[in-house]
């Protein structure tokens, strides 16, 4: 449970970063749609969107790693024993 909230709270972070980033403020209000309902429309179903692809992106890191880590746990046994029966 803890390893998900920690997942959460750090897509949301990267998201509230990118969502600041691409306000319209930064390019002194060149692209501001016609609607603000449907500006603030588009921001709010890309934020969400931009959250989940994200933690789902950490989610994926980590199961790579995991079996990543394991691969490497039976090279090392493999030739531990390999070594053992040789001599």
Same mark, same amino acid.
């Given at each position: 449970?803890?390893?998900?909230?920690?997942? #959460?709270?750090?897509?949301?972070?990267?998201? #509230?970063?990118?969502?600041?980033?691409?306000?319209?403020?930064?390019?002194?209000?060149?692209?501001?749609?016609? &609607?603000?309902?449907?500006?603030? #429309?588009?921001? &709010?179903?890309?934020?969400?969107?931009?959250?989940?692809?994200?933690?789902?992106?950490?989610?994926?890191?980590?199961?790579?790693?995991?079996?990543?880590? #394991?691969?490497?746990?039976?090279?090392?046994?493999?030739? &531990?024993?390999?070594?053992?029966?040789?001599?």
């Amino acid at each position: 449970m803890g390893q998900i909230i920690i997942d #959460v709270t750090l897509s949301v972070v990267a998201c #509230v970063a990118a969502f600041l980033m691409s306000l319209p403020f930064w390019r002194q209000h060149e692209y501001w749609a016609e &609607s603000q309902t449907m500006w603030q #429309v588009y921001f &709010s179903i890309g934020f969400i969107l931009s959250v989940y692809v994200f933690f789902i992106f950490l989610r994926c890191l980590r199961t790579l790693f995991l079996h990543d880590a #394991v691969e490497k746990g039976y090279q090392v046994n493999s030739q &531990s024993q390999e070594k053992a029966g040789g001599k």
